[in-house]
């Protein structure tokens, strides 16, 4: 699929992919509200044990859209799964709308590879008990079709040209299925943590060290 195709077929797919529902958009709510995670380290308090004052903090944080599972099976199986999250594309957002985003202010390292201070896409290769956790020097643009030929809406015209890090995701069963997709930034300290998504009844994950 590329940014030519504009077809009507394309943007039912979409709506599809993104959980759209007429009724939900005609009262103007999106159907994929956009969330952030973030998390703050380096810092140390300062100050008074009642007024306490967390000063020199350095901020990795995550901007992407929440999509809803509203009782689609999300994975697929065999030779379609990770088809309808795709969307047509070769990769997931792992998100919804506009290219889920990282921007950190410390250098970060993911399998042994350094990610600098910078703004990235974040997407996610998905196969079957096996998910690649993908940095990428792809911008972000809320244009579909993009106009810049640098830029993505989503993954859309997504190549592994410009990755930074491809990295192996640990998945885990939850013991209860996640309506609303979240990322989370989990087992944090100065050293590094986990990033994390989950949505439905999984948990993928990829650890981080703090450079």
Do not use: C
Request: glycine share 10%; net charge positive; aromatic share 10%.
């Amino acid at each position: 699929m590329t940014r030519r195709v504009l077809g009507l077929g394309l943007w039912a797919a979409m709506a599809m992919m993104l959980g759209s529902d007429p009724a939900i958009a005609q009262r103007g709510r999106p159907p994929s509200p956009d969330g952030t995670t973030a998390t703050e380290v380096r810092g140390k308090y300062t100050g008074s044990p009642d007024e306490p004052v967390y000063q020199g903090g350095k901020w990795i944080e995550v901007t992407y859209s929440r999509p809803i599972k509203r009782g689609r099976d999300l994975w697929g199986s065999g030779a379609d799964y990770g088809r309808l999250l795709n969307g047509g594309a070769p990769v997931w957002r792992a998100g919804a709308n506009v290219s889920t985003r990282l921007r950190t202010e410390l250098p970060l390292i993911v399998n042994n590879k350094t990610i600098a201070p910078g703004e990235y896409s974040l997407f996610i290769e998905l196969k079957p008990n096996n998910w690649t956790f993908i940095v990428s020097n792809w911008k972000a643009t809320s244009d579909f079709p993009s106009r810049d030929p640098e830029a993505l809406y989503g993954a859309y015209d997504y190549t592994p040209a410009k990755d930074v890090v491809r990295a192996p995701m640990k998945l885990e069963t939850l013991p209860h299925a996640v309506d609303q997709l979240a990322w989370k930034f989990l087992d944090m300290s100065d050293a590094g943590g986990v990033l994390a998504i989950e949505w439905d009844k999984v948990l993928a994950s990829v650890p981080f060290k703090i450079g």
